[in-house]
């Protein structure tokens, strides 16, 4: 029997029993580069091996982070979104986008989505929202966008504005496997004032290390992809691409003062972000 493409799980669910600790995972290896701890031995071997090839990739890993958080803090606070369809979550890491997004509106409803079953092991973490809000986790798999929006239409009203964001995704998704497929189901169903938040690597300003990082991950066993700017701009077909435009991570709209929002060290961060909003 195939499997639904959708759970909309507990924590306790049946996911939990399938983590392969044989092989690196990407939630984990991220979660390593954060200093998480749900993350193992074969996470922190190839996280070791990204480091011995570029010692900056927890910063990066920590810019793009920041990048979520003032992505959010924005769009709850300047745009005034209030639902928010997160892909991609990744292992609970405080603050999660739900806490940014009801912290400036309590009623903010929030659905997370990721296809690896160590995020759903966590996913509690990321159910404890505000008592007038709402939050949901999804187990499911980005390259089936009309599964998800089954879904998360039980939670968000598409016929209102919502965030997607996609941060530190689409790189694992090829453009042959469907990123741009993907990324245009989804757009589609979304309602005008609607706003896509995008950040994935690129080669652009370290080809080397990126490339040797690359084959670091497909060693490994994960696909991932570098994009240059223009292939990014892709992602935003159709949208107002906000100032400043597609850049790095770490130059979205910084805010030095704002506790510790600068990137943390030298050199550039592999990642561009961008955000675009639908007409
Ligand atoms: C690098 S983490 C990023 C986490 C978080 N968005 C952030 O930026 O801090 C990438 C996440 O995407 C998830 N992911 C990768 N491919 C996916 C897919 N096809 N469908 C759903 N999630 C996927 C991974 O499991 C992982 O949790």
Redesign the pocket.
């Known amino acids: 029997m195939t499997e639904p493409a959708v759970h909309r799980t507990h924590p306790t669910g049946p996911g939990v029993t399938r983590i392969d600790t044989t092989r690196p ?3 984990r ?2 979660d390593w580069f ?1 200093g998480g701890k749900d993350n193992y031995p074969v996470d922190e071997a190839l996280g070791k091996q990204i480091m011995s090839i570029d010692a900056g990739a927890p910063r990066a ?1 920590r810019a ?2 920041r ?2 958080q003032r992505a959010t803090r924005r769009l709850a606070r300047e745009a005034g979104i209030r639902q928010f369809l ?6 609970p ?1 405080e603050p999660n986008l739900h806490q940014i997004a009801q912290s400036f509106a309590p009623d903010a409803r929030v659905v997370y ?4 079953p ?2 759903l092991a966590h996913a509690e973490a990321l159910l404890r929202g505000t008592p007038e809000g709402v939050t949901e986790y999804l187990q ?4 089936e966008p009309a599964a998800i929006l089954e879904q998360a239409r039980r939670i968000l009203d598409f016929d209102r504005p919502v965030a997607l ?5 689409l790189h ?2 090829a453009d042959e496997d469907g990123a741009h497929e993907l990324v245009d189901t989804l757009v589609e169903a979304l309602a005008p004032g609607s706003c896509l938040v995008v ?1 994935a690597m690129t080669a652009d300003f370290e080809p080397e290390n990126v490339q040797r990082g690359i084959a670091a991950y497909a060693a490994g066993g994960v696909t991932l992809v570098a994009r240059s700017q223009a292939e990014m701009g892709r992602f935003f077909k159709g949208l107002e691409v906000l100032d400043p435009g597609v850049v790095s991570v770490a130059d979205w709209h910084p805010e030095p003062d704002a506790g510790g929002d600068a990137p943390d060290g030298p050199g550039p961060v592999s990642l561009y972000g961008g955000v675009g909003r639908k007409p």
């Open positions: 995972h990407p939630a290896v991220y954060l890993a793009n982070r990048f979520m997160d892909i991609g979550t990744g292992i890491t989505v990721d296809n690896d160590i995020v499911a798999d980005a390259r964001s996609l941060i530190a995704l694992f998704v950040s």
